[in-house]
């Protein structure tokens, strides 16, 4: 099982499952981090503590341990 | 369902303004009428509500500004301001803002909106930017598609703002026309099942059938309040339990919420797909990436955001300084011209020494004043202030911090009240406290004046710049280490997720900037102008008071008994400072005096921070009273920079700045403090929390600078 966090810089991943509860999840959704969407990581923070990825047409930000509760996979 | 319309609100248009953070509502707004609400290039600039009123052919409309929100859910504050606000209030028409250049995220919000029975219009805002982007939206086909008005806009040059409001105008006349959201098949024959059992039961309700089985479905609390108690419910139940159930499992989510999100989500690809054509090919890495690439790098990205921020300070006293002299001329000048046309002393005085030079020092730090606020405007209007966030979660982190907790820190640059409001941006009660509570650690630009007077004093001007950055880095680094304690004892608590949208960059509107500075800078004038010159009244009458005729006498004896103008001259300011001393502010001053002796305040000095208590800008115009009155005033050397560097010794002054970084905030941030908070106790221990450190650090720093000097 691949989460996003461990996906490396300038990599395509589609997601299979969000892992987050409740308020963190709908967020998530919200922001269009949901089930098949087709995510690339575009920068990450020295040790990988906060990730930006691209979704769509728009760039998140994501802390490590949100990243982490997000299952991809290669495309 | 009779009712007479009223003469007087049957001309009015109540229009709710809604739309994701960041698509440019407030601009929107600020477009169609004249009004000049603050607009921004990050999520979370609006956090309250906001009412603007306009007339257009003969119809007053008022139109709501609410914060931005990505769903409906209420995620944080802002968020439930608008939510509460769209079920709960009364108003007729929404304008769905969406970001033309992101329209499938857009629309998500837009789906959401579609489900309530309100009458909706979508404004497909920041039209000239997809163009340039290649980004061609057929507006009437969208129209169609989604069975309600979508009108292209553009803030920014105004285009199609009148067929907006137009088109408002025509909805609020029409009749309601149902939306064409359509779901997928599983979804739709659960709802017409729903439906059919409703309209069986002839069940009363305001709002559609189609509308309450959708709720129902989502398991929206408040149609769930208002079924329960209806018996229809108990056959209802079974019904929604086998729905539930149904969707689901199409949808392999134990969810209805997530399974609904890609019902959307599907609704909207299939809209987007019809109506959206790219023209040109898509870099494969756009600008605000390749920027990214460099402003956000994992080794050059902070040492790139700590330059800004040098050259920022460095600016504001380099720059700043330029005019600083002619300010001081002129008020000098003022002083003299106006003194000479005053016949009585007492007058005079309170004109000279009181009103203009009180005055005169907060007006001569308003070039400074500007270059900050610029910088501040910068930053928020670029993009950049998401990228820092980005930049310092990690490390603000560990200290307890949200990444998201830096928009409210750099706002408390420039101001403490806009910055606790945005504090709102925070989900967590804890993470948003523990925020409000070291905002006035970063220092506000009524202090700046404060430190720039100090800094010229006893430094050299190329390295003043240095201090002031100095002075305002300490401060930031204060109170993320003061955040780290407060999370470690009265804040603990689960740490808030960070996930945070990255605008696109935006080269700054110069007219944008220009009238953000401007309105900041009157503000700050207007201040000096009403609540300053008051104060400096004040201030004025507390040290003039009450008149000691003994003194008077002993002194004019002594001053006619000695010959050389010299000896006048010390005498007669003798005189003034004895003065000065035995005043209502010297009492006032002498009385709190031993409390301040450890860090090495003189009575004046104690005075002045107590005043600047009402406003960080009342120190300065204090100092400025009290040394016109007592310091001799020879010429050309009656700059107030000139009396502070004569009559304050360096470690006091090094004291008195870290008091002044530290303690508690002027009397109207405190009250904006205490709502944002949530209740009086906690400006309590506020005023306990900074009063202790101010003057525990004052004391370390006053006696550690004595060692060295």
Redesign the interface.
Known sequence: MKKLIECDRGEQVRVLK?Y?KD??????????L???AIVEV??????K??I?V??????????A??AALIEVEAI | MEEKSCPAISNHIKVALVGQPNVGKSMLINSVSNAHLHVGNFSGVTVDKTEVLFDYKGYNFTVVDLPGT??F?D?TIEERVTHDYLCAEEYDVIINVVDS??L??NL??TAELLTMSKKVIIALNMSDEAQKEGIEINAEYMSELIGVPCVKVSAVTKEGIETLIDRVLKKHQEEKVKPKLVFSEPVEEEIAQIIWYLDKHRFQSENSYRNVAINLLKNNKKTYEKLHDNPIWIELQPILIEAAKHIELHHD?D?V??AF??EY?SFNRGIVAEVLKQKTKQEKKTV??KI??IL????F?IPIFLFFMWSLFQLTFEVGAIPMEYIDAFFGWLGNTVGATIGNDDIRSLVVDGVISGVGAVVLFVPNIIILFIGIALLESTGYM?RV???L??FF?KFGLH?QSFIPLVTGFGCSIPAYMSARIL?NDRDRLLTLFIIGFMSCGARLPVYVLFAGAFFSPEMAGNILFVIYISGAMLGIIAAKVLKMTAFKGV?E??????PKYRLPSLKLIWHTVLTKTMMYLQKAGTFIAGASMLIWFLSNYPHNLTLETEYAQKIAAVSSVQEKQILKNQLASDMLEQSYLGTIGKFSEPLFTPLGFDWKMSVALQAGLAAKEVVVSTLGVLYALGSDVTEGDNSLVGAISKNISFPSAVAFIVVIMIYLPCLAASVVFTREAGGIHYFFYLLAFTSVIAYSLAFIAYNVTKIFV
Not at chain 1, 42 to 47: G, R
Not at chain 2, 296 to 299: L, R, S
């Open positions: 969000l987050a308020e963190l999840k709908q967020r998530l959704i919200s922001f269009g949901m089930k098949e575009l920068e990450q923070a020295p040790a503590q906060t930006e691209k979704v769509g047409k728009m760039r998140l930000a994501l802390r341990q949100e | 990505y769903a859910t995620y250049t992101n499938t995220k998500q919000l989510s969810d919420k997530e999100a890609e989500a605000t990436e990214d690439s956000i790098h994992p080794i990205g998401s966030a980005f930049l979660d990690g982190h990444g989900k740490d997720p960070f996930v945070m949208e990255m």
